[in-house]
């Protein structure tokens, strides 16, 4: 088969749906290497280690704009409205959107996927851009009805594109998120102490990953520091600060406990497994994901993991979490003190390890592949079923 890809995110984000795009491209050239792999993206800007091991390989081709279409601003109304003229020249079978939309025209002869990720902007409305949220409903729904599959990165996503878009629950299957393999790596003693040394982080700390805004519901962690005093476990926060770190700031200066709480706001992403294998337990304790990737993230490191109930998260943490109420400090501390117990600690680090087999990269591939070949056998049988 010749499959496109929307690659604009591998090329230029470094973060969630880069890393996505990138694990995706790399697995199914690794694991399905004879099938031709078009990978179109507005410009490559960046070079990077991670780009060339993900979108260089001897069966993909990159595709950009020419001559005009590369002009500032303009490259991103071809991604978005004329790309699709690219498909019909290059031939393609499949073409898969992997950021939660396909391109306005489409090639007749071309079958069309479409990841979608979360419905965020729905829910949560308040945190975006009014204008950006009209943006995204139009976008997001159209590239939905227009697809002839949708996949959606968690059961909870697919709930909410059928709530939100009313899209046939038959149209859409579910395929999970996998981790990247960064966290496949060994973490050696010299690098803790390097990466002890480099952010100036304790020696045994809980642990929270990603953005820190109000959803994310770092306040909740904060409640149980203070509350139990008599920990000798700060909290080590990593993430992109907003707004919202006015009120955490504020909070803990008013319950004094500045000496318990370090913000890391600029850490590498080749120290993040580092820093997990490091930690004592990893808490999540977000009000609402589209599927809660750090949850996976820390289970590969051997992290006890601490997350919400409802969402996403059971289905990201399976047996191997510990789950409790968002807006419940009390359970949270329960949790803490059971993960206290060395051998309680470890039964969950191994359920994690048992948990994280099924965001295998091969497991993840083969289940793309089988999708595309399902849109394209539907494909060939269609006038038979007509006539």
Same mark, same amino acid.
């Given at each position: 088969?010749?499959?496109?890809?929307?690659? &604009?995110?591998?090329?230029?984000?470094?973060?969630?749906?880069?890393?996505?795009?990138?694990?995706?491209?790399?697995?199914?050239?690794?694991?399905?290497?004879?099938?031709?792999? #078009?990978?179109?993206?507005?410009? /490559?800007?960046?070079?990077?280690?991670?780009?060339?091991?993900?979108? *260089?390989?001897?069966?993909?081709?990159?595709?950009?704009?020419?001559?005009?279409?590369? =002009?500032?601003? $303009?490259?991103?109304?071809?991604?978005?409205?004329?790309?699709?003229?690219?498909?019909?020249?290059?031939?393609?079978?499949? !073409?898969?959107?992997?950021?939660?939309?396909?391109?306005?025209?489409?090639?007749?002869?071309?079958?069309?996927?479409?990841?979608?990720?979360?419905?965020?902007?729905?829910?949560?409305?308040? =945190?975006?851009?009014?204008?950006?949220?009209?943006?995204? &409903?139009?976008?997001?729904?159209?590239?939905?009805?227009?697809?002839?599959?949708?996949?959606?990165?968690?059961?909870?996503?697919?709930?909410? #594109? @059928?709530?939100? !878009?009313?899209?046939?629950?038959?149209?859409?299957?579910?395929?999970?998120?996998?981790? %990247?393999?960064?966290?496949?790596?060994?973490?050696?003693?010299?690098?803790?102490?390097?990466?002890?040394? &480099?952010?100036?982080?304790?020696?045994?700390?809980?642990?929270?990953?990603?953005? @820190?805004?109000?959803?994310?519901?770092?306040?909740?962690?904060?409640?149980?520091?203070?509350?139990?005093?008599?920990?000798?476990?700060?909290?080590? $926060?990593?993430?992109?600060?907003?707004?919202?770190?006015?009120?955490?700031?504020?909070?803990? %200066?008013?319950?004094?406990?500045? *000496? &318990?709480?370090?913000?890391?706001?600029?850490?590498? !992403?080749?120290?993040?497994?580092?820093?997990?294998?490091?930690? %004592?337990?990893?808490?999540?304790?977000?009000?609402?994901?589209?599927?809660?990737?750090?949850?996976?993230?820390?289970?590969?490191?051997?992290?006890?993991?601490?997350?919400?109930?409802?969402?996403?998260?059971?289905?990201?943490?399976?047996?191997?979490?510990?789950?409790?109420?968002?807006?419940?400090?009390?359970?949270?501390?329960?949790?803490?003190?059971? #993960?206290?117990?060395?051998?309680?600690?470890?039964?969950?680090?191994?359920?994690?390890?048992?948990?994280?087999?099924?965001?295998?990269?091969?497991?993840?591939?083969?289940?793309?592949?089988?999708?595309?070949?399902? /849109?394209?056998?539907?494909?060939? =049988?269609?006038?038979?079923?007509?006539?």
């Amino acid at each position: 088969m010749r499959i496109g890809f929307d690659a &604009k995110r591998a090329f230029k984000n470094f973060t969630g749906l880069g890393n996505y795009s990138r694990f995706i491209l790399k697995s199914l050239s690794h694991n399905f290497p004879s099938n031709d792999y #078009l990978l179109f993206t507005p410009e /490559v800007q960046r070079e990077a280690k991670e780009i060339s091991l993900a979108c *260089n390989n001897s069966n993909q081709k990159t595709i950009t704009p020419n001559d005009l279409w590369k =002009l500032p601003g $303009v490259s991103g109304i071809w991604r978005s409205i004329f790309q699709g003229i690219k498909h019909s020249e290059s031939q393609l079978d499949i !073409f898969h959107g992997l950021s939660n939309e396909i391109p306005l025209f489409k090639n007749k002869s071309t079958k069309y996927v479409v990841t979608v990720h979360d419905l965020l902007f729905c829910r949560y409305p308040e =945190l975006f851009n009014p204008i950006d949220v009209q943006i995204y &409903k139009l976008k997001m729904g159209r590239s939905c009805r227009a697809a002839d599959q949708v996949i959606a990165v968690s059961e909870q996503t697919k709930k909410d #594109l @059928i709530t939100y !878009f009313s899209i046939d629950p038959a149209k859409i299957k579910v395929v999970y998120q996998g981790v %990247h393999e960064i966290f496949n790596r060994d973490v050696s003693l010299d690098n803790r102490i390097h990466i002890k040394q &480099k952010y100036n982080i304790p020696d045994r700390y809980l642990l929270f990953v990603s953005t @820190i805004d109000k959803r994310k519901n770092v306040q909740l962690i904060l409640e149980a520091l203070k509350e139990r005093r008599d920990w000798d476990c700060p909290l080590v $926060v990593i993430g992109r600060p907003t707004s919202y770190m006015a009120n955490l700031k504020t909070y803990i %200066h008013e319950h004094r406990l500045e *000496n &318990k709480v370090f913000f890391l706001h600029d850490v590498s !992403f080749e120290d993040l497994p580092t820093i997990y294998k490091m930690a %004592h337990v990893f808490i999540y304790p977000s009000y609402f994901e589209g599927f809660g990737i750090p949850i996976i993230e820390a289970q590969r490191m051997g992290v006890p993991v601490i997350t919400s109930t409802g969402s996403c998260f059971r289905e990201a943490g399976g047996n191997g979490a510990l789950y409790g109420r968002p807006d419940d400090p009390a359970g949270l501390i329960a949790h803490i003190d059971l #993960l206290s117990d060395d051998t309680q600690r470890e039964v969950l680090i191994q359920k994690g390890y048992m948990n994280i087999k099924r965001f295998d990269q091969k497991i993840i591939s083969r289940q793309l592949m089988e999708i595309y070949e399902e /849109v394209m056998e539907v494909s060939s =049988l269609r006038p038979a079923l007509v006539h």
